[in-house]
């Protein structure tokens, strides 16, 4: 990629359809980087981590919108609940519970998106199809967590037609559950798509691209 993280960040945002929302992948980049993103415009950003998310929200601008990307453990809910923007990674109906629980007592909504397993890899986190249906038929339970997606993770290959096929098949998920009425849950974000895959993950449907090396440059 080009030569600094502004002229990467106006490359992607200019090949991007409009109606594609960039979350800017800063986990392991310095507060100097995500400053420099910031001050080309860029508000979305994403951690994989809860205490680095922590640190970089109270070093930064207020208005900046923080995306959890990463694995979501319960007894960390609480920390973040006060400001996040989105979860994009709630792996099950424990951590939606846990979420409800911690946004009742702030007062706050929080907005969810539910992580499906589309990877052949084991390591990957997220749910099959069967377990996200059985907390969608829980989501009446809910009064401050708010479902407004999906998220997932392509197999991590050069093999685009693999990649390729694991989207068409969380886009086809996604369409057949904005066809439904389920209580709190509204299709509206569908994450998918990184550095590597995200012209394929556009193509597929995606409308949420979560973008770190492509910007910040090679992570250490
Ligand atoms: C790190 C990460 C990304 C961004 O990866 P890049 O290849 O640097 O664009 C996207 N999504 C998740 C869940 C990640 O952990």
């Not at 030569?3 to 359809?17: E, G, R, V």
């Not at 550095?195 to 440059?217: P, T």
Request: proline letters at 2%; aromatic letters at 6%.
């Amino acid at each position: 990629m080009g030569l600094n993280i502004a002229d990467n960040l106006k490359t992607i945002l200019h090949s991007l359809p409009e109606k594609v929302t960039l979350v800017a992948v800063s986990k392991t980049y310095p507060i100097e980087a995500i400053l420099e993103a910031y001050n080309a415009g860029q508000r979305h950003f994403g951690e994989n981590k809860v205490q680095e998310m922590i640190v970089k929200h109270e070093d930064l601008p207020k208005d900046i919108q923080w995306h959890l990307i990463g694995h979501l453990q319960k007894n960390k809910v609480k920390y973040i609940v006060p400001f996040i923007h989105l979860i994009h990674s709630v792996d099950s109906f424990d951590l939606l519970l846990e979420i409800e629980k911690r946004a009742s007592n702030a007062g706050r909504i929080i907005n969810c998106l539910l992580q499906v397993h589309i990877a052949k890899e084991e390591s990957k986190f997220g749910m099959d199809e069967k377990e996200l249906n059985e907390v969608l038929e829980k989501m009446h339970l809910m009064k401050h967590t708010h479902v407004k997606g999906l998220m997932g993770m392509a197999t991590n290959t050069d093999d685009l037609q693999v990649v390729k096929q694991e989207f068409i098949e969380l886009k086809s998920l996604f369409d057949q559950l904005s066809g439904k009425e389920i209580p709190n849950t509204s299709m509206e974000t569908l994450s998918m798509g990184m550095s590597g895959d995200y012209q394929l993950a556009i193509e597929c449907g995606s409308n949420c691209v979560r973008i770190g090396s492509s910007i910040f440059g090679k992570r250490k």
